[in-house]
């Protein structure tokens, strides 16, 4: 059987506490900002894609991906 290597986001300096929300919010549009500005198929972005899912919640997700799509996001993208 394959070993599985399981991996989250490496720590940030700018969000030193345990609450992780303000750090899964950064990731998301930092993944968002490097789409627009590199293409859609850019493979510097993915690192961005990883630390995002793995620190935020699916509901959080599909909500932003939601008001993307509406153009009611609250952060800069």
């Given at each position: 059987m ?8 490496p720590a ?16 998301f549009?930092?993944y968002?900002?490097c789409?627009?500005?590199k ?11 990883r630390?995002y899912r ?9 909500k ?6 509406n ?5 800069p993208?």
């Amino acid at each position: 059987m394959a070993e599985i290597e399981l991996k989250t986001a490496p720590a940030d300096f700018r969000f030193p506490t345990t609450n992780q929300t303000r750090h899964c919010f950064t990731r998301f549009i930092e993944y968002h900002k490097c789409l627009n500005a590199k293409g859609e198929d850019a493979a510097e972005c993915q690192k961005f894609a990883r630390y995002y899912r793995s620190l935020c919640p699916g509901e959080w997700i599909e909500k932003w991906n939601e008001q993307r799509e509406n153009g009611t996001f609250p952060g800069p993208l």
